[in-house]
């Protein structure tokens, strides 16, 4: 009998961890967390297709839906205990109607879910204490305190590519409530972008697939947009030049764009959307027009007007 019991629970133990497997979960250092969710349950989180990663006490609901400005947004939310998890992704966020001050007009937008739960929780009142600019994994971003008597709403939101990633946490002012929040806003992970160095920037290469590396005309430029400057590095005189590749492709529109260099405060994402503005006379071959890879130069001039 008592080896029949041994067998059991040898058998109910494999299963638990055959199911940790499938799920792929992934663990964050162990800390002491006051009494709160373990740092050992919490899982790791990156929609597909998303440039982040993060860590929760669980999985989070998503609701997807079209926003204002052309954004597509997704909007996660896991509530544990006392607290409030959500991250808002808005894809393509540079590619609406969101240009000149793309954090300033983002950020807002971003909290409107955790405040709309605050506000469901009684909570009133409601004070930004906090906010400033920040950077991750080399991207600009924003973070900012809001407090009432007995709650308090944390948040981080940034510009990665054209996406815009906002973590927000609505908690207690408990110790142990406040550091589970902390982990949660410190988990965020940001991926670089694709990023093209020595003879990768001459026209027509790029890495596999490389579509168009031989061809009888290259993409002819019909246009020349100017990049639009952030708030940010117009206040601190920023200048030069962002090189960059873009596919252009048979029907002469922009298909995707790496940088291959780097200018601060937000400038890397205006080159990209001023180069997916220009418009090009697609690269021939044997008669027929094909996509192809081609060098473009973004240049930030505070001369000009």
């Given at each position: 009998?008592?080896?029949?019991?041994?067998?059991?629970?040898?058998?109910?133990?494999?299963?638990?961890?055959?199911?940790?497997?499938?799920?792929?979960?992934?663990?964050?250092?162990?800390?002491?967390?006051?009494?709160?969710?373990?740092?050992?349950?919490?899982?790791?989180?990156?929609?597909?297709?998303?440039?982040?990663?993060?860590?929760?006490?669980?999985?989070?609901?998503?609701?997807?839906?079209?926003?204002?400005?052309?954004?597509?947004?997704?909007?996660?939310?896991?509530?544990?205990?006392?607290?409030?998890?959500?991250?808002?992704?808005?894809?393509?966020?540079?590619?609406?109607?969101?240009?000149?001050?793309?954090?300033?007009?983002?950020?807002?937008?971003?909290?409107?879910?955790?405040?709309?739960?605050?506000?469901?929780?009684?909570e009133?009142?409601?004070?930004?204490?906090?906010?400033?600019?920040?950077?991750?994994?080399?991207?600009?971003?924003?973070?900012?305190t809001?407090?009432?008597?007995?709650?308090?709403?944390?948040?981080?939101?940034?510009?990665a590519?054209?996406?815009?990633?906002?973590?927000?946490v609505?908690?207690?002012?408990e110790?142990?409530?406040?550091?589970?929040?902390?982990?949660?806003?410190?988990?965020?992970?940001?991926?670089?972008?694709?990023?093209?160095?020595?003879?990768?920037?001459?026209?027509?290469?790029?890495?596999?697939?490389?579509?168009?590396?031989?061809?009888?005309?290259?993409?002819?430029?019909?246009?020349?947009p100017?990049?639009?400057?952030?708030?940010?590095?117009?206040?601190?005189?920023?200048?030069?030049?962002?090189?960059?590749?873009?596919?252009?492709?048979?029907?002469?529109?922009?298909?995707?764009?790496?940088?291959?260099?780097?200018?601060?405060?937000?400038?890397?994402?205006?080159?990209?959307l001023?180069?997916?503005?220009?418009?090009?006379?697609?690269?021939?071959?044997?008669?027929?027009?094909?996509?192809?890879?081609?060098?473009?130069?973004?240049?930030?001039?505070?001369r000009?007007?």
């Open positions: 009998m008592e080896s029949k019991r041994i067998y059991v629970a040898t058998v109910a133990l494999m299963i638990g961890m055959a199911a940790m497997v499938v799920a792929g979960q992934e663990r964050p250092p162990s800390q002491n967390n006051g009494g709160q969710t373990g740092a050992a349950d919490w899982v790791k989180f990156s929609p597909e297709g998303a440039r982040f990663s993060l860590f929760l006490p669980g999985l989070p609901a998503e609701k997807t839906y079209d926003g204002d400005g052309g954004l597509k947004a997704h909007h996660y939310k896991l509530s544990a205990g006392a607290i409030e998890y959500q991250v808002v992704w808005f894809e393509d966020a540079l590619g609406g109607n969101i240009r000149r001050a793309p954090l300033s007009a983002l950020f807002p937008l971003g909290l409107n879910g955790i405040l709309t739960s605050a506000r469901q929780d009684g009133k009142e409601m004070v930004t204490t906090h906010q400033e600019d920040i950077t991750l994994d080399g991207y600009s971003g924003r973070e900012s809001i407090e009432s008597a007995t709650g308090q709403i944390d948040a981080k939101g940034f510009l590519g054209f996406d815009f990633i906002m973590v927000a609505l908690h207690p002012k110790e142990a409530a406040a550091a589970d929040a902390k982990r949660f806003l410190e988990s965020l992970s940001l991926s670089r972008l694709s990023v093209a160095s020595g003879p990768q920037l001459l026209p027509g290469t790029a890495p596999d697939p490389s579509p168009g590396t031989n061809v009888d005309r290259r993409p002819i430029p019909l246009n020349a100017r990049p639009e400057y952030t708030d940010k590095a117009r206040d601190n005189k920023v200048q030069g030049v962002i090189r960059l590749r873009v596919l252009v492709g048979a029907d002469g529109m922009v298909k995707d764009v790496r940088l291959a260099s780097h200018l601060p405060d937000g400038l890397d994402e205006m080159a990209m001023a180069a997916r503005r220009i418009r090009f006379r697609p690269a021939l071959k044997s008669g027929q027009p094909v996509a192809f890879w081609i060098a473009v130069e973004i240049e930030f001039n505070l000009e007007k």
